[in-house]
């Protein structure tokens, strides 16, 4: 899933309707995964029915949230940047509350009061709900904590509120939580066990989002693949099944899905993309090294020719899938060699895009208990400065086999460089921009690639 930073806070139209009568303003950022915007508007939601309206002014709010990410220690460190900023406005206005949630919440508990003395509220990614509760408690003038994560919570009956989504496109989550484990991943231990949404409920989501003129939908998962729901007939429905039916019960809107696990991506996933036109061609099949030997260590559970062979799954079943990807330089004993192979996998598959990393330790996880972080930081660097490197003559290539072909593409908005122009997204997951000619966001048009610079194609709509 890709790292996302969401600062600036739109009040949305449905929310000032929920909130007509609200007295409270919350001020609220999101750090961290797709999973984590999703989730801020889940408590956006939350707080709504407790007399919150949201500001995207610090000086006005009443509550300031920060929704953290514990994934490498540059997220934290970056959200302890922030915290201090909020310092200052605590002691401009005394009664401010001041609350972490999230996995960075999750992770450190009631460690963070003591060292973060200005924060009133610490609240995990499993304990939303109790969120009115716990403000209560501080406002009767104690600290409040709350980081229980469950087996069952999966918000299912919540309809988040959209606050800072471009009115076109929206999150679902289908999944929470995640049982992989894979050795260097924080997110088990922030987020808890892995559990699969009621497909009734999820329908009953994307429906709102139809009815609101939402046109493309996200399904969220750590782990789509993963996704198992027995329904009241004792039907089990797998992640392929939940696709079919969201596809076809709103053959209008388009369907995306993040993230997919090598281990677990079948074929049957991949047929059902090619089956449904509205169902987006594009895979993000996070690799992370191109090495067999380092993948044991990562516990991937998954070898370069099982990762190679479900590539080669995707371009037979989807030929015009673009396929993206992680990659973390430098974990524990890589070689040389081992780097190398990362570097060839990386040519043989040709990715679109890649999220690239650079292996940060975390706290309890297997591979900090076990393993030396033995990488030194400059070799880590040159390794991934390599890996970008690779990657851009990669997206390079994509790009200019676009050049002359026509996309569908769904329209988010108009161009920052020019009012004349629009932009928008085709299936493939590629940002185009176009002249505006008579159309407008949400309408989806087919769009042709007249040229590229290195992240954006530019083309012209072809009635
Ligand atoms: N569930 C998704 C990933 C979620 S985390 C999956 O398994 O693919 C997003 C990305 O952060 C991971 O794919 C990985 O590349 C990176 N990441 C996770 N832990 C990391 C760590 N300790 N150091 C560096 N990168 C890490
Ligand atoms: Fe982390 Fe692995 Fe789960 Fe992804 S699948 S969230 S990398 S443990
Ligand atoms: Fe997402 Fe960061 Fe948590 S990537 S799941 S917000 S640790």
Redo the contacts with the bound molecule.
Sequence with gaps: ?SDINIKKIKTDSDLEIKNSNATQKLYIETYG?QMNVNDSEIVVSILAENNYATTDDIKEADLILINTCS??DNAEQRIRGRLTLFRQEKKRKPDLIIGIIGCMAERIKEKLLEQEKLVDIIVGPDAYRDLPNLLQQVEDGQKAVNVLLSREETYADISPVRYAANGVSAFVSIMRG?D?M?S????PFTRGRERSRDVKSILREVGELVDNNFKEVTLLG??VDKYKFEQENGAVLNFASLLKVVAETYPNIRVRFS?S?PQDMNDEVLETMASHKNICKHIHL?V?SGSTRILDLMKRGYSQEWYLNRIDAIKRIIPDCDIST???SGFCTETEDDHKETLKVMETVGYDFA?M??????PN?FAARKFEDDVPEDIKTRRLNEIIALQQVLSEKANASKVGKVFEVLIEGTSKKSPNDLFGRSSQNNTIVFPKKTYKKGDLVNVKVLKHTSATLIGEIVD
């Design positions: 899933m995964c994934i490498r995640c992989n894979c260097y991943c924080v997110v750590q782990n993230t696990y996070p992370q992680d990659i973390i999220f990393f650079k292996y940060s330790e975390r996880t």
